[in-house]
């Protein structure tokens, strides 16, 4: 049952971690690929594997925060495939570092990245959405968005407007037959957490979730295909929290 | 051995809808309705479609019915895998000077009450099974409230709370409780007492998706919950109504 069979998707951050699952996801559903990432060689080696499962895929260098890169993607995606029928927001960034210490440079950053190219994918790509009359859009928010996180403020206040951004995109955009959803994942099994831990700690929190289980990137990538798919078609203005039960909205 | 699936309020609306996509994934059903014709109409139909279904009649309300209930469907298929709680009602609208004090119990216990007897009496079964999935039903209402259903908007934000508070208790059994919140839903209930015409001009405006919602879309939304890619998902609360809340 190929759930996306013929779909165009663009996924931004799809080189690791949970957008690289949602790409193979999205691959094994028949979907056609648009691997974006600020890091060309690792989105190309995604783009390899997605091929690999019999998807056709693509790999574009994107910096999300940067008006013409992401104007570069959405040329590359509709030269090569025509259409874009569903566009992912995975790409984010954030350096821990509690309020008093932050710069402004790192600020800007985090919400030029998380937040800003939230705005600037939809921007690239609602036009094309809006005349084909339907269209998914789904960004990756984070558990932080309702609990906070010492010293990451910067991290969880993009995260928070993501939710308020994708509960005003649904408004705008339902219309059109284009639905906008987030997920707010929990702290996943990705290199992300093992920045600042020690590997023993990292799957000591990983396993600390009511249901016990780690949360792998497949835990997140399973809601964002249901999502996608034809399924989902009432389903807008949500943020749905994936974490095993550490936290409940 | 197929998964065995338990739906309350099945023989109509969002439960039947529920029952007929639990049925077309392979899951055989357990249709429960007060009314038992209506279940026993939905059982036939999944049976006529290749499906396994049971119907029984069941008053949510009655803890010796529900006991007897579970029996019943354990004596059937031998297991449950899922449990979905869809029977409810808001059942009136008016004041709340106007409820009478069994109106108002009516309201909570087949809502409220209905769900805690539903479930204490399947969780049991489920950890036995070290397994499970619980669906339970709430409704924009009970986050929002709603002028004129005070007793539903109460009940509904219970099984919200309530639905956490067990998925909390029943996570080391490797037993999933969530809550799904439809909002304004193409029942046949509410059809009959509103127009598509006045049902249009009350809710299409304000549903960014332009319409309301269908029994169907629900039910996908309920199987998707049933599925292992929604493993990582306990004590959430899942909102489907076209983009209204």
Known sequence: MARLAGKIAVITGGAQGIGRAIALGMAREGAKLVVADLQEGKAEAVAGEARALGAEAIAVAVDVSDEKSVQNLADRSFERFGRVDILVNDAGVYLKAPVIRKTEADWDRTLNVNLGGNFLCARAFVPAMRRQKSGRILSIASSIANTGGREFADYAASKAAIVGFVKALARELGPDGITVNAICPGSANTDMPRRHRSEEETMARLRATPLGQVLEPEDIAGPILFLASDAASYITGQSYNINGGTVML | MSAVALITGGGNGIGRAVAHRFAAAGMSVVVADCEGDAAEQVGAEIEQGGGRAAAIALDVTRAAQVKAALEQALQRFGRIDVL?????GSFYTKRIEEFTWAEWKRVIDTNLKGTFLMCRETAPVMQRQKGGRIL???????????ALRAPYAAAKAGIIAFTKSLALELAADGI?????????????????????EARRQRWYAAIPLGRTGRPEDLAELYYFLTTPESAAITGQLFHCNGGLL
């Open chain 2, 84 to 88: 979905a709680n869809i029977a409810g």
């Open chain 2, 136 to 146: 339970n039903t709430a409704s924009n209402y009970g986050v929002t409230g709603s």
């Open chain 2, 176 to 196: 999933r409780v969530n809550t799904v919140a439809p909002g304004p839903t193409d029942t046949p209930r509410v059809m009959e007492k509103e127009t598509p």
